[in-house]
């Protein structure tokens, strides 16, 4: 699945670094999601994206920072991150249909990040 | 609140055998239901889903049937293949405005020639 895409794939960062996760969609969908993939446990939904506007905040820390400029693009911008943190970051994207229900979710293949 | 519990992994299992991963749901309302699976190194794909009470979702040989008086969702394959391995998730989702995926733990699965 092509449609949507994840840089960087996999990214080592200090506790005292600055940087962003990046995720494309090319599906034409109005709705994105950020994911986190912890080892053992389920999904856990981080943030939804509602044709630009964030609609989910789902308790992040601050230390996570989100921003959709378009309906194509979701960056995470990540700071004075936690080894705790470390995990699999997945993006997803979705159509908003009629009366604000979303359709299937298509996921990227996600960055694996280390905070040392 | 909404909750899915799959049977814990791994599975290992020979090419040919029948597949089973059990899954069932707590939810409120009347959720839809999804397989996705996610192959090593990959995103999660979705495999199959079913929106309604006795619905059968089905893609490459798999089957699930959504079934409201016991809340379940099983996965079944009646041949597995080697290229079958990866890790299966079952999740589940109600509108609330955005669909709220909830997902299970994840159950691995490696088949073996």
């Known amino acids: 699945e092509t449609g949507v895409t994840q840089t960087p794939r996999h990214l080592v960062m200090g506790m005292t670094n600055k940087k962003s996760l990046k995720c494309e969609q090319h599906l034409g969908h109005n709705a994105m999601y950020w994911y986190k993939q912890s080892a053992k446990k389920p999904l856990e939904l981080m943030f939804v994206y509602n044709f630009k506007e964030q609609t989910e905040n789902n308790s992040v820390p601050s230390r996570f920072s989100p921003e959709c400029p378009n309906s194509s693009h979701l960056f995470l911008h990540l700071h004075t991150l936690q080894p705790e943190d470390s995990a699999l970051y997945l993006c997803a994207s979705s159509q908003v249909v009629s009366g604000g229900n979303t359709d299937t979710q298509y996921f990227g293949p996600g960055t694996r990040l280390t905070v040392l | 609140g909404n909750s899915v519990t799959q049977m814990e992994g791994p599975v290992t299992l020979s090419e040919e055998a029948f597949l089973t991963i059990n899954c069932t749901y707590t939810a409120t309302g009347y959720p839809s239901l999804f397989w996705y699976v996610q192959y090593p190194g990959e995103g999660l794909q979705l495999l199959l889903k079913?929106?309604?009470?006795?619905d059968k979702g089905s893609n490459k040989g798999f089957e699930a049937t959504y079934r409201k008086e016991t809340t379940s969702f099983h996965l079944e394959k009646g041949s597995v293949q080697v290229s079958d391995s990866a890790v299966y998730f079952c999740a589940l989702s109600e509108y609330f405005g955005n669909e709220k995926l909830t997902f299970g733990t994840g159950t691995r699965l490696t088949i073996i020639p």
């Open positions: 079913a929106t309604k009470a006795d």
